[in-house]
């Protein structure tokens, strides 16, 4: 596992994902079936999740931001998260914090997402 992230100013720093763990692609899926209540496109996809991080001990902190601060679900989604990467088998604990910097832009979205919404 990376070194414990630093928090600034109330906000998570944002750190490079852990991709070489065995849990990272069945992390990704289970990222990938929660969607944003407003877009018909997942949260990963969409580029709201910015960091999964998975220690040796498979526990798991992500990342992630909302479209909006004004967001309506943004006391439920990353509980929404949280119950999908749980059920991933091997999964210990996980962890999902909130932040706001970078602010998220459409530019995020995946090449699929793009396409799904009409943007390519």
């Known amino acids: 596992m990376s070194e414990p992230q ?7 720093l944002i750190a ?8 990272h692609e069945p992390i990704v899926e ?3 079936s929660v969607y944003d209540p407003e877009i018909p496109v997942n949260i990963f ?3 709201l999740v910015y960091t999964v991080d998975i220690s040796q001990e498979n526990d798991v902190r992500i990342i992630m931001t909302l479209t909006a601060p004004g967001c309506p679900v943004a006391g439920e989604m990353p509980g929404w998260v949280a119950d999908a990467v749980s059920a991933v088998p091997g999964v210990k ?11 998220w ?13 009409g943007f390519m």
């Open 93 to 103: 604990t996980v962890d999902v914090d909130l932040t706001w910097e970078p602010p």
């Open 30 to 32: 289970a990222c990938r």
């Open 45 to 47: 996809d969409l580029g």
């Open 6 to 12: 630093p928090k600034l100013e109330g906000a998570p």
């Open 16 to 23: 490079p994902s852990t991709t070489d763990h065995a849990l």
């Open 105 to 117: 832009g459409m530019d995020m979205m995946s090449d699929e997402a793009r396409l799904e919404l």
